[in-house]
């Protein structure tokens, strides 16, 4: 039987090479999800973790206290540790630019341990040499050579500092709203407190000590120093830490790239499986009439595992090295984009190993079911037609028994995951709703299918027998629309899901940071006169509006932690235009307080007489308390400068941000450093979404490209199955152009019909799923995107025309009296 198998390969290797096309692309898509979640991970390090992607362990505080300096000796005197970095830090304000600005001042770090990249000039050497980052530099026109004094809280208040080097621009959005200062420990000492302590530890351990056994092992002895429970991780864990709580406590990403992995995995043997079954039924006869001429049931299911497991191993291994290769072309463009240069390619063994499995054992299982199925009757009954799959027969009522539960089963557990917001719940409840539909496919799909051909019956005999071949052979009509469901359905739960988790995203950071800009106006300026640079603001390039606020009192001692802060106040209309949040809406009678202020009733000291009023407290300490102008009448607080809220248009870069502040300040007259806000925190996590969200989206399309193989597999081998079906209607007078028509007709019918559904469900699919993910940390709105799914169904319509034009030329070509002889 391997001369068998051997012949079938040789033979009919255009069949296997549509079966190999098939297995490639799956395994592509699965290898490439498993490379999206190692590479994220990588890209993460490279941003949110990148000041300590050099360390083994990472040691950080659970209260934010400072490490002392006995705590740093006794960690740094292990015997496991080969290098430590102790970092200080500050913040600083110097004169640049043409203005005062502010940066974040640290201790250069040991070289094995520096995350510093060094872009021209060098590093600190002597006792007041600093470096910059390259951005800042020249933003304010710095350069190797410059002098800047910076200012702090220190004893010796200031230090003034040579620019020796550049370094690159940080990509950690934590830190790129400031500029960057590194420098050695006379200028810390000169500008920070001599009791200051130390933020983190990073060590660098010696080869072969276990990070596990000596995370134990440092954090006694640091708490055995005096540090209070100090927190030892791994440079990843401290990455998947920083997303924990940045996503409500939750490593929701982690959750997000497994839910990718599985519904790769599901993808992957569905269309496999249903591929490779279409190829395995064709040869049914074949495999009977071996079986008749002495092959045994044993032999025939080893031949068809031959020839599988050769298909599945090259066809894998060629799906992995294209993998890489994808991923590679993705992840080299997002560099080339502006704020995403820490976008970084990761290649895990697993991605590899498991592509290779996969793709192997997913076609040597999916032939051996059918091989099975074809073997488990006599010989002789093989060879005659079988019948179709109807409620009529026992098959038919079969999978109508087992899709129908699959389905109502599967719908159930999807939306109890949803609403409980469990993901794993979620995607097995997706995943065997979506099996059940497939179990019933043959059941319905045809009856749609020959439903829509009324839309064909203007195009005449070829319409009309499109329509009709839809309903007279059904399984073949699933098959055929199966590829394709499978693969608009994936594509537009991607889609949908992507769509609603970005606006679920953009919710969250709208929440965190409603305001990009703020800045106060010069308190001797005249309201006329703030009104223009209002106006001269809300005109500068990148700016989407720009509005005043005028103090109209301070709010009591208790009402917030610093007591005394400001209230501003705002029209609603005001609000609408420059608050990110669109939930924030200011209503009258209540004041609204960054987190951690007092709840319930707050007073209010204003020059007309203190006012009492609601008090709201809003999830973000990034607002200075607001009412809405109708809540406090009277004239503004005097002696107090009013603030700007600036808005800034959606498509702005980080350095545009930077100039934007520039801009602002020099109309204001005041230093550019009281231009706060979270633009710049906001544009660098937006970065970090969009690299994100460009990966996913490049599978997406993988998956259009398996649905496209499977549509023309299957639509190929039914053209070879009705060769003789074909040859007939043309010695009846079908002529070739009407039989290129009619086999054009009913591949756009059923691929119409496969893309409305799959659209359908993967609407349904994607919104459910981004529920189950993201619920626990935001409001999740269903987001469709319409234009890009009618894309979807254009596509796949002209895929279903286009896969329909060689068989159909085939078919042409083929002489009736050839095409009759055909056995």
């Known amino acids: 039987m391997l001369r068998v198998a051997w012949s079938q390969l040789t033979t009919h290797h255009r069949r296997f090479v549509a079966i190999g096309l098939a297995v490639l692309l799956s395994v592509m898509f699965l290898s490439a999800t498993l490379m999206v979640g190692a590479s994220t991970k990588a890209s993460l390090g490279a941003s949110i973790g990148e000041s300590y992607r050099h360390a083994d362990l990472v040691a950080t505080s659970t209260n934010g206290e400072l490490f002392s300096q006995a705590a740093v000796d006794a960690a740094a005197s292990s015997p496991a540790v080969a290098e430590s970095y102790a970092e200080r830090s500050t913040y600083v304000t110097f004169a640049a630019g043409g203005g005062e600005q502010h940066g974040r001042l640290r201790n250069a770090a040991p070289a094995a341990l520096e995350s510093a990249v060094l872009s021209a000039g060098s590093m600190p050497s002597g006792p007041y040499d600093a470096v910059i980052d390259a951005k800042a530099a020249q933003h304010l026109g710095l350069a190797p050579g410059s002098t800047l004094e910076l200012r702090g809280a220190g004893p010796v208040k200031n230090a003034k500092v040579t620019i020796s080097g550049l370094v690159e621009s940080t990509n950690d959005p934590f830190s790129a709203s400031a ?21 983190g530890l990073q060590f660098k351990l010696k080869p072969g000590e276990d990070p596990a056994t000596a995370k134990d092992y440092l954090a006694r002895r640091m708490e055995a120093a005096g540090a209070a429970t100090p927190i030892l991780e791994t440079a990843q864990e401290k990455v998947t830490s920083t997303v924990a709580m940045l996503s409500a406590g939750q490593d929701q990403l982690t959750i997000v790239l497994l839910a990718f992995a599985g519904v790769a995995v599901l993808v992957s043997t569905l269309v496999v499986a249903n591929t490779f079954s279409v190829l395995i039924a064709q040869r049914t006869r074949e495999l009977a009439l071996l079986r008749c001429l002495g092959a045994g049931r044993s032999q025939i299911r080893a031949s068809v595992m031959v020839e599988a497991l050769v298909t599945g191993v090259v066809a894998s291994i060629l799906g992995v090295v294209s993998a890489v290769g994808l991923m590679s072309g993705l992840v080299a463009w997002a560099r080339t984009q502006p704020d995403q240069s820490f976008a970084t390619l990761a290649v895990p063994p697993s991605a590899v190993i498991t592509g290779l499995l996969a793709g192997t054992l997913l076609t040597v299982v999916a032939a051996l079911v059918p091989a099975k199925a074809a073997t488990a009757v006599a010989p002789l009954a093989a060879l005659r037609p079988a019948d179709d799959v109807s409620v009529r027969n026992r098959r038919g009522r079969l999978r109508l028994v087992l899709g129908v539960a699959a389905l109502v089963g599967g719908a159930g557990l999807l939306v109890a995951g949803s609403i409980g917001v469990s993901l794993p719940v979620a995607l097995v409840g997706g995943a065997v709703s979506f099996i059940g539909v497939l179990l019933c496919s043959t059941l319905f799909i045809p009856g749609v299918v020959a439903f829509a051909g009324r839309l064909a019956a203007p195009a005449g005999v070829p319409g009309k027998l499109a329509a009709v071949n839809a309903t007279r052979n059904p399984a073949r009509t ?285 609407i349904v699919y994607g919104w459910l799923g981004a529920q189950a993910t993201l619920g626990s940390m935001a409001d999740v709105v269903p987001s469709v995107p319409w234009l890009q799914l009618a894309a979807v169904f254009g596509v796949a319509v002209a895929a279903g025309l286009l896969a329909s034009v060689v068989p159909a030329g085939r078919a042409a070509r083929l002489s009736p009296v050839e095409g009759l002889a055909t056995a």
């Open 179 to 199: 500029a960057q200062l590194i420098a050695g420990a006379s200028v810390l000492n000169a500008v920070q407190d001599s009791g200051a302590g130390y933020s």
């Open 478 to 762: 699933s098959a055929t629309a199966a590829a394709l469901l499978i693969g608009v359905t994936l594509v537009s739960l991607m889609m949908t899901g992507a769509a609603t988790a970005r606006q679920a995203f953009n919710s969250t950071l709208a929440e965190t940071y409603p305001v990009d800009l703020a800045v106060p106006t010069d308190a001797v300026q005249t309201n006329a006169a703030q009104t223009e640079a209002v106006h001269r603001i809300a005109a500068l390039d990148g700016v989407s509006a720009a509005v005043l606020l005028q103090p109209v009192g301070r709010l009591t001692d208790a009402a917030m932690p610093d007591g005394g802060a400001p209230v501003y106040a705002l029209t609603a209309a005001d609000a609408s235009a420059v608050l990110r949040d669109a939930k924030l809406q200011p209503a009258p009678g209540t004041v609204y307080l960054p987190e951690n202020s007092r709840d319930g009733q707050t007073t209010i000291t204003t020059p007309g007489g203190p006012v009492v009023l609601d008090a709201k407290v809003l999830k973000t300490r990034h607002v200075a308390p607001f009412v809405e102008q109708s809540s406090v009448t009277g004239a503004p607080t005097a002696g107090t400068p009013g603030m700007v809220w600036v808005k800034v248009s959606d498509s702005v870069s980080g350095d545009r941000v930077q100039a934007l502040q520039k801009d602002i300040a020099s109309i204001l007259g005041v230093p550019e450093r009281t231009v706060s806000g979270s633009a710049i925190e906001r544009t660098t996590f937006n970065s970090i979404i969009d690299v994100l969200l460009l990966v996913v989206t490049g599978l997406l399309g993988i998956a259009v490209v398996i649905a496209l193989i499977g549509v023309a597999n299957t639509l190929s081998l039914s053209v070879l199955e009705r060769t003789r079906e074909n040859s007939l209607l043309r010695a009846l007078g079908l002529t070739k152009g009407q039989l290129r028509g009619m086999l054009a007709i009913e591949a756009v019918l059923v691929a119409g019909v496969a893309a409305v559904l799959g659209a359908g469900m993967g």
